[in-house]
């Protein structure tokens, strides 16, 4: 549940360049910026950091501290000092730089030159020279070859840094957003010159004290697959989720002999298999049974594809039982569900006491409610779900619904334990509980382990 420090490709991609490039990065106090900026000088050995005396804080020099040469490559820019009246323009950056700190130690050898912040650093500055020194800096930077980022507050509402969005190569805008009272991070990318941008907008965040932006989420398989030792329960009272920063995040995982319930966004792929995929592979492997309702417009053959990854077919066939509207084929193992609700509900009771009595232990059951509202309508599934979580706690099975936020049907409707909801910011997979409540995580897969694994990195 961390995340190291990344800086993403296109961005890094303009930083290697052998052409001068010149960067803008802005946003309100808050966002992230000054953590950016310092992803890039510990990354980056040929950077020169110059801090006002605003950024200059106990805790940003405790972290520089910790990179290499961090003395030789960091310079604050005190509001008192100095400031030389040369014309800069005719002028090396290192010499241009020399005379607007009053020091003789700025090095040429520094390809990288980051300003944080640019706002503090010309205010002593007369308003009449900002604009040619601004522009001279700029025109030395392009001129050798080297890197310059300005890190400024404001947008062009602020009329002495709107010349410098015109004459910036990149501007990368960071912002702080939020959404059902939760908070999430973004920086965008609004200009970036001379350069293919196939991804403009990142998610990030700044765990652990660094950036690090989380690439899209592609929904794969890993090349090679394993069957993994399985998670055993926490407790008597918990079935783990089959992924252990899920488990940690619910106190040990789903509770038994209380509903739980996860709301999806939609119920594409990534947003279903991520969450069930290790859930029944983990319950499967333990030796138990399960019973799932099917989500809607998916047969046995569909949900079985992703879970036979990792589960022999022969497992699947024995310990799990299908109900579904869709329920084609000649497996031995799938149910078609009734046009009476209340026998559907005796039938799912029926199959579940059977599994129970062949396996020796309580039945997990998964159910879309998706396939039930519209087979039913909203008022029937509510009274179906009643009777239910009404039943649950003598019975001690785990049941997981999964609720689609296209539904009529809204989670206020039913009893549950636990809530978490997936959903998409910025193109990456996300969880937040809702019961117990928690900020967005991001789903991170990991593939490298032989099994449809992720850990889930906290949004801060």
């Known amino acids: 549940m961390s995340a190291q420090g990344a800086i993403p490709p296109s961005i890094r991609d303009a930083l290697d360049s052998a052409q001068g490039y010149v ?18 000088f510990r990354e980056y050995a040929d950077s020169l950091l110059i801090l006002s005396n605003a950024e200059a804080t106990s805790v940003a020099k405790q972290e520089l501290s910790r990179y290499p040469n961090w003395k030789e490559r960091n310079i604050v820019a005190h509001y008192w000092r100095t400031i030389g009246d040369k014309l800069l323009h ?6 241009q730089l020399g005379t607007l700190l009053g020091s003789s130690d700025i090095s ?51 009329l002495e840094l ?10 990368l805008r960071f912002e702080k957003l939020h959404d059902n009272h939760r908070m999430f991070r973004q920086m965008s990318i609004e200009k970036m010159r001379a350069r293919p941008v196939s991804q403009d907008t990142f998610l990030f965040t700044l765990t652990g004290g660094r950036f690090s932006y989380i690439p899209w989420h592609t929904h794969q398989f890993p090349p090679i697959t394993v069957e ?5 329960d926490p407790s008597k009272n918990k079935i ?3 992924n252990r920063s899920l488990d940690v995040i619910l106190g040990g995982g789903f509770d038994k002999g209380l509903l739980s319930l996860i709301e999806v966004e939609n119920l594409a792929a990534p947003y279903l298999e991520t969450i069930y995929i290790p859930f029944l592979s983990n319950h499967l492997q333990l030796g138990r049974s399960a019973l799932i309702l099917l989500p809607e417009g998916w047969s046995p053959n569909r949900f079985i594809h992703g879970l036979c990854h990792f589960v022999e077919p022969e497992v699947v066939e024995k310990q799990v039982v299908f109900f579904g509207r ?13 046009d009476d609700p209340w026998k559907t509900l005796q039938e799912i009771r029926y199959e579940s006491t059977l599994l129970e009595r062949e396996f020796g232990s309580p039945v997990t059951e998964l159910f879309s409610l998706d396939l039930l509202e519209n087979k039913y309508g909203v008022t029937d599934v509510k009274g179906m779900l009643a009777e239910i979580t009404a039943a649950l706690p003598l019975s001690q099975r785990a049941t997981v619904s999964i609720l689609s936020q296209q539904q009529s049907l809204k989670s206020g409707s039913v009893a549950h334990g636990v809530h978490l909801r997936v959903k998409e910011l910025s193109g990456v997979l996300s969880v937040c509980g809702i019961i117990p409540r928690t900020n967005y995580l991001a789903v991170s897969p990991v593939l490298s382990k032989g099994f449809l694994d992720y850990e889930l990195i906290p949004i801060v």
């Open 326 to 338: 869709h329920a084609l084929g000649t497996r031995s193992n799938v149910r078609s569900i009734d």
């Open 23 to 40: 960067m803008m990065v802005t946003g309100k106090p808050g966002t992230g910026k000054t953590l950016f900026v310092h992803e890039i």
């Open 90 to 95: 005719e002028m090396p950056m290192s010499d």
């Open 240 to 242: 783990s989720t089959g």
């Open 108 to 158: 040429p050898d520094s390809n990288i030159v980051i300003i944080d912040s640019w706002t503090d650093f010309i205010m002593p500055i007369q308003d009449s020279k900002r604009q040619e020194i601004q522009q001279s800096m700029i025109y030395a930077a392009r001129n050798e070859g080297k890197k310059l980022i300005f890190v400024t507050e404001g947008g062009t509402e602020n």
């Open 162 to 171: 709107r010349s410098l969005f015109y004459s910036a190569d990149a501007i």
């Open 228 to 232: 993994r030792e399985p998670i055993e």
